[in-house]
């Protein structure tokens, strides 16, 4: 596609639900990167792919929280028995190649989830 | 473990010049890279520095000093729409990372 497509682009869940966030990268994007931003904050690092492996996993907060990505698109983040504290946008992202080539990274307009 | 600290509010004049510093630590560096988010909005690129000195796209110049881990966005010639948050980012060791986000700086203009 044009840009990165995420979707739901709202979400409010009730405290305790599973939630699945989903991402389209750019076309021939090869790198997928996942970030959360509570309000008024920065960008927290979640995941990222290469390809549809993981190499770097070391930001999901918590167990609850799962990501996996097939056929080098589509990537799934998967949030379990929601927390109040999951409430942000998941912001994602992809990339051409690999970062270290200097290349920008794409943004999508992110999924808010609200948790009640 | 890698930190970045850039100022947290900036308010400038209609046409002025604003520089947004940003200083990092890291276990290693690669580049350094500044995006703009308006509000409610995705995050964009706006330049990458891995070399020291000055690059300028339009009324944007970002600089680097890798032995001072330290460099700055540079806005000319701001209009209203500049405002904004504005984050420095790092790519950090081998490069093969993704990039770390600073915690941002809001920028209002003002007439």
């Known amino acids: 596609g044009a840009g990165v497509s995420q979707s739901p682009s709202n979400k409010v869940t009730e405290k305790g639900k599973d939630v699945e966030l989903r991402c389209d990268p750019i076309?021939?994007?090869?790198?997928l990167y996942w970030y959360r931003q509570r309000l008024g904050q920065g960008l927290e690092f979640l995941i990222y792919?290469?390809?549809?492996?993981?190499?770097?996993k070391s930001g999901l907060p918590s167990d609850r929280f799962s990501a996996e990505r097939t056929g080098e698109s589509v990537s799934t983040l998967t949030i379990q028995r929601t927390q109040q504290e999951d409430s942000a946008v998941y912001l994602c992202?992809?990339?051409?190649?690999?970062?270290?080539?200097?290349?920008?990274?794409?943004f999508g307009e992110g999924s808010w989830l609200t948790v009640v | 473990g890698q930190s970045l600290e850039q100022p947290s509010e900036v308010t400038a004049v209609e046409g002025a010049i604003v520089q947004i510093n940003c200083t990092y630590q890291?276990?290693?560096?690669?580049?350094l890279s500044w995006y703009q988010q308006h509000d409610g909005g995705a995050p964009t690129f706006l330049s990458y520095?891995?070399?020291?000195g000055l690059e300028e796209t339009g009324r944007f110049s970002s600089f680097l000093s890798r032995s001072d881990s330290y460099g700055y966005l540079l806005l000319q010639e701001l209009q209203m729409k500049d405002s904004a948050s504005y984050f420095c980012?790092?790519?950090?060791?081998?490069?093969?990372?993704?990039?770390?986000f600073g915690k941002g700086t809001r920028l209002s203009v003002i007439a």
């Open positions: 992202a992809s990339s051409l190649l690999q970062i270290y080539s200097g290349n920008t990274i794409y």
């Open positions: 076309s021939g994007h090869t790198a």
């Open positions: 792919f290469q390809g549809n492996s993981a190499p770097d």
């Open positions: 890291t276990s290693g560096f690669y580049g």
């Open positions: 520095n891995a070399l020291d």
């Open positions: 980012a790092v790519i950090e060791g081998s490069g093969n990372t993704p990039l770390v």
